[in-house]
């Protein structure tokens, strides 16, 4: 009987089952040789996307895979599934594990790309995540380790290959007995794997990520809610995400936020504003939205919370249903605050007020 298998285990290059399955800096997978032969040959791209390859750039081991295909390939007596697909993930008691971790959490800021490569190369990553699954003081101190990890292009890569975003996920759901970190190294984390924009859509597509880290920001402590609003951020730079977070009741929680002043909850909401489903939710609440931004206008504790404030308003007030919400704003006295911002010593704040003057003047005429 011939043994049907996975499309996933073929190269997109030679259509043959993987002997050596690698991850390039685009996100897919090729076997080693083949993708080898594409780049000796003069090729800069990738094969599938045809996007530009970094100057630097190297393959990536995806362990994950390789072990997949290892089990599909010999489930026979003599060749049984081997239940630790990594060899060098540690059986040793949890105190040892503990101690490794530290160990490599600081070899790992020591040494640089270099040493967190080789990490990455020998199938670290898979051992990290399991620990990372275990106990409320494994997972900190895993979860720390990964975040330098993620320090890297190519790492961020390798280990969203390696199924960090659940783990990570999974992490943010828990809720330890013990006073950790480790909900809020997860979130960090998130936002180190999202600064490539090539995982931002494939962490939003996570059923959960967004979610939980909406969650975070209405039930989490007060650097929880720093870092949730921080991995939105990063994220809602990819339309898709913008959606997806105003569908999990982001804009109510990031507006309660920005009332009393957690800049990066505004940083959000000014993304939101720039989809039609972010306006659509803040017009439900008009006169509390604009009220929160006109009083970050009038007493902003940062010059760039009163930037995103500004943006935020001329999202809203260009944007469909515009007049409402000018009207609005210049009920709450918003037009005679920005009059003053025109002057500002700040160039972003003086032209960003300027902007939303000539807006809410153009509504009063359309008014």
């Given at each position: 009987?011939?043994?049907?298998?996975?499309?996933?285990f073929k190269c997109p290059i030679s259509l043959e089952i993987m002997s050596d399955p690698v991850i390039l800096s685009s996100g897919h997978t090729f076997d080693r040789s083949s993708i080898q032969r594409w780049l000796d040959?003069?090729?800069?791209?990738?094969?599938?996307?045809?996007?530009?390859?970094?100057?630097?750039?190297?393959?990536?081991?995806?362990?994950a895979l390789r072990s997949l295909i290892s089990n599909f390939t010999l489930p026979s007596p003599n060749h049984p599934p081997n239940p630790n697909p990594n060899p060098d993930l540690p059986s040793s008691p949890p105190h040892?594990?503990?101690?490794?971790?530290?160990?490599?959490?600081?070899?790992?800021?020591?040494?640089?790309?270099?040493?967190?490569?080789?990490?990455?190369?020998?199938?670290?990553?898979?051992?990290?995540?399991?620990?990372?699954?275990?106990?409320?003081?494994?997972?900190?101190?895993?979860?720390?380790?990964?975040?330098?990890?993620?320090?890297?292009?190519?790492?961020?890569?390798?280990?969203?290959?390696?199924?960090?975003?659940?783990?990570?996920?999974?992490?943010?759901?828990?809720?330890?007995?013990?006073?950790?970190?480790?909900?809020?190294?997860?979130?960090?984390?998130?936002?180190?794997?999202?600064?490539?924009?090539?995982?931002?859509?494939?962490?939003?597509?996570?059923?959960?990520?967004?979610?939980?880290?909406?969650?975070?920001?209405?039930?989490?402590?007060?650097?929880?809610?720093?870092?949730?609003?921080?991995?939105?951020?990063?994220?809602?730079?990819?339309?898709?995400?913008?959606?997806?977070?105003?569908?999990?009741?982001?804009?109510?929680?990031?507006?309660?936020?920005?009332?009393?002043?957690?800049?990066?909850?505004?940083?959000?909401?000014?993304?939101?504003?720039?989809?039609?489903?972010?306006?659509?939710?803040?017009?439900?609440?008009?006169?509390?939205?604009?009220?929160?931004?006109?009083?970050?206008?009038?007493?902003?504790?940062?010059?760039?919370?009163?930037?995103?404030?500004?943006?935020?308003?001329?999202?809203?007030?260009?944007?469909?249903?515009?007049?409402?919400?000018?009207?609005?704003?210049?009920?709450?006295?918003?037009?005679?605050?920005?009059?003053?911002?025109?002057?500002?010593?700040?160039?972003?704040?003086?032209?960003?007020?300027?902007?939303?003057?000539?807006?809410?003047?153009?509504?009063?005429?359309?008014?």
């Amino acid at each position: 009987m011939t043994t049907q298998f996975p499309d996933d285990f073929k190269c997109p290059i030679s259509l043959e089952i993987m002997s050596d399955p690698v991850i390039l800096s685009s996100g897919h997978t090729f076997d080693r040789s083949s993708i080898q032969r594409w780049l000796d040959s003069g090729n800069r791209t990738c094969p599938i996307t045809k996007q530009p390859l970094p100057s630097h750039f190297s393959l990536i081991p995806n362990h994950a895979l390789r072990s997949l295909i290892s089990n599909f390939t010999l489930p026979s007596p003599n060749h049984p599934p081997n239940p630790n697909p990594n060899p060098d993930l540690p059986s040793s008691p949890p105190h040892l594990k503990l101690d490794s971790l530290i160990q490599l959490t600081r070899l790992s800021k020591r040494g640089g790309p270099l040493f967190r490569q080789r990490l990455m190369d020998s199938g670290a990553a898979s051992a990290v995540l399991s620990c990372a699954a275990a106990s409320p003081r494994l997972r900190e101190s895993a979860l720390a380790l990964l975040l330098n990890l993620s320090l890297d292009d190519d790492s961020k890569v390798g280990l969203v290959a390696e199924g960090a975003i659940s783990v990570l996920v999974d992490s943010l759901l828990c809720i330890d007995d013990c006073n950790c970190n480790s909900r809020a190294y997860a979130a960090t984390v998130l936002t180190s794997l999202a600064m490539l924009d090539v995982n931002k859509g494939t962490i939003g597509a996570h059923p959960c990520a967004i979610s939980v880290l909406v969650s975070l920001l209405s039930g989490g402590n007060e650097r929880e809610r720093r870092e949730a609003a921080t991995a939105l951020f990063v994220l809602c730079s990819f339309d898709d995400n913008k959606k997806r977070a105003v569908e999990c009741g982001a804009v109510g929680v990031l507006v309660e936020l920005g009332g009393v002043g957690v800049e990066r909850a505004l940083g959000v909401l000014s993304l939101l504003g720039k989809c039609r489903e972010g306006r659509e939710e803040m017009g439900r609440n008009v006169g509390c939205v604009v009220g929160v931004l006109v009083g970050v206008l009038r007493g902003g504790k940062s010059a760039r919370s009163v930037v995103y404030a500004l943006s935020l308003l001329n999202s809203l007030c260009c944007g469909g249903g515009g007049e409402r919400f000018g009207v609005e704003v210049m009920r709450h006295g918003g037009l005679e605050v920005c009059l003053g911002l025109v002057e500002d010593e700040n160039d972003k704040i003086s032209r960003n007020a300027s902007a939303l003057v000539q807006s809410l003047r153009s509504c009063r005429l359309r008014g």
